[in-house]
């Protein structure tokens, strides 16, 4: 009997890992890209994001440059230790 109960709280605490997992991914994808005369500009130097980088990562808003200074900054501000 506890084998059932042990089991149904092991799956709820599976799903509300994933809920949880779910909104920080979605959290992190609110900025919306730049367009500029129909192409996708970087947020932050307004440089057209190119094509192939487009094809890697279709969510980029960001020139690579600006994405790793982009990351940086966010890895200090958050900073794990
Ligand atoms: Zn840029």
Redesign the pocket.
């Known amino acids: 009997m506890t084998d059932v109960l042990d089991r149904a709280t092991e799956t709820e605490m599976r799903n509300s890992e994933l809920a949880l997992r779910n909104q920080q991914e979605s959290a992190r994808q609110t900025e919306s890209p730049l367009i500029i005369e129909g192409n996708r500009c ?6 057209v ?1 190119p094509k192939k980088r487009l094809k890697a990562y279709p969510d980029a808003v ?6 790793e200074d982009f990351e940086l900054k966010e890895k200090q501000i958050n900073g794990c230790c």
């Open positions: 970087c947020l932050d130097c307004e440089d994001v960001r020139c690579v440059y600006c994405q």
